[in-house]
């Protein structure tokens, strides 16, 4: 595989990953007007919210066994139109059956997208031989703000969702579309590579099999569904916690989320080299005691700055967990990552689908406070299954990439 064609490949995966966070920040960060467009009543619109993640799981597990039959790259070159024309047709209708296969369609794609993209990812990865998982997560982070500040020029000018939406899927589409001529799909991986990738990956015989052993999977599914019952709450409680709670504007409160946007950003855009240097059992470890100790931080806050500052540690902390469970899934199963990361992408849905209801049953109950304490113990948790990561001095970069791999940049 030559030089230029990973770097093309490269880039046209991280343009993937950026168009995926701009047209997810679109829809989610606009759901007050979608819920006016069509008069989904506050009663109804936890269940058109529910859908989207329970159909992409659906979507992710279908995926699983499409991939078998046709290349990763062959399927997102075409579940990523489809995502982005189901962004349009959410805009443009006006009755609640049309929302309902809208989303449903958003949804199902959208499942297929994060597995495909993660499938070439790892893939990737795996040709450099060294930790470049990370940066394609952090054009994901650069694509949300992006979005996200496209949705807030839509509502301060009041713009229709279709004419918020509609411009920026007319410059995505051919976009995408050009750059998916540039992917690039796995090669098997060979013996001597299995070898190096730390001794969980040949526990029992399993891992090194053509099959996903499920109880092998498992720990890291775990981490993942931790990780999104943080990043959940963090997205959908932040401002109310920050008003609520600690008594801050109006305006305030919508600041932690941009904030953790930021910090997501910044912390994937470094995490590589910190995985290069220090092995992906060490950066996992540090971010989910950096993540932990945020929740502590905003649990205890006792005003809305201290607890900005406990969000901003989540940011740090929480955005190395997800991009290094993927990889940890394809250094486990090296002849069969894409199975295991179908599978493991199923529980970043589990994760957000059950994250936020809990931590709101939990806070109306009882205290927002004391909510915060739920999702800081299970993000601790990674660190009983952080030897699922690798063995402790296994890392890519650093003097370890494999002596074939040539440096593309």
């Known amino acids: 595989m030559t030089d230029v064609r990973l770097r093309r ?5 991280a343009l993937s990953f950026c168009a995926q966070g701009i047209a997810f920040a679109l829809l989610v960060t606009r759901i007050p007007a979608l819920q006016d467009q069509y008069g989904i009543s506050d009663g109804l619109l936890p269940a058109f919210l529910a ?5 992409a799981g659906a979507g992710s597990v279908t995926t699983e066994h499409l991939v078998k039959r046709v290349a990763p790259s062959v399927v997102l070159r075409w579940v990523q139109p489809l995502v982005l024309l189901a962004l349009v047709g959410v805009a443009a209708g006006d009755r609640m059956w049309q929302a309902a296969v809208s989303l449903g369609a958003f949804g199902l794609a959208v499942g297929g997208l994060d597995a495909c993209m993660n499938m070439l990812g790892i893939s990737l990865q795996r040709a450099y031989g060294r930790s470049i998982i990370l940066g394609f997560h952090a054009a994901f982070s650069l694509g949300g703000i992006v979005g996200a500040s496209l949705a807030w020029v839509g509502a301060h000018w009041d713009l229709s969702l279709l004419a918020s939406y509609l411009p920026v899927v007319l410059v995505l589409l051919p976009l995408c579309l050009a750059g998916s001529r540039w992917y690039v799909d796995g090669e098997p991986a060979v013996a001597s590579e299995v ?19 499920f109880r092998l999977l498992l720990p890291l599914c775990l981490v993942m569904a931790f990780a999104y019952i943080g990043d959940s709450t963090v997205s ?4 109310k916690y920050l008003q609520d709670v600690l008594g801050s504007s109006e305006q305030l409160s919508t600041v932690p989320y941009n904030v953790y946007m930021v910090t997501t950003l910044l912390g994937r855009a470094a995490g590589d080299h910190g995985v290069r240097r220090f092995g992906a059992v060490a950066v996992v470890r540090g ?12 649990a205890v806050a006792p005003g809305p700055w201290i607890g900005m500052l406990g969000f901003t540690m989540l940011g740090f902390g929480l955005c190395v967990i997800v991009p290094q469970t993927y990889a940890a899934a394809g250094r ?12 493991l992408n199923v529980f970043n849905y ?27 113990v299970l993000v601790l948790l990674t660190l009983v299954y952080a030897r699922s990561f ?7 970069g650093g003097g370890h990439e494999r002596p074939r791999t040539v440096d593309v940049g």
């Not at 070898?195 to 052993?213: F, I, L």
């Not at 993540?291 to 931080?297: D, H, M, P, R």
């Not at 486990?332 to 599978?343: G, K, Q, T, V, Y």
């Open 195 to 213: 070898a190096s990738e730390g001794s969980e990956a040949s526990e029992g015989g399993a891992a090194s099999g053509k099959s996903v052993a």
């Open 9 to 13: 490949g490269r880039a046209s995966l």
């Open 51 to 55: 859908g989207v993640p329970i159909l």
């Open 390 to 396: 690798g063995a402790e001095g296994a890392r890519y």
């Open 332 to 343: 486990l199963f090296p002849h069969a990552s894409d199975a295991a990361i179908a599978r």
């Open 236 to 239: 959908n409680w932040s401002a």
């Open 287 to 298: 971010g989910a005691v950096l993540a932990s100790a945020g929740f502590a931080v905003v």
């Open 350 to 376: 589990v994760g957000y689908l059950f994250g936020s209801p809990l931590v709101g049953g939990i806070g109306g109950a009882w205290s927002y406070r004391g909510a915060m304490l739920i999702p800081m």
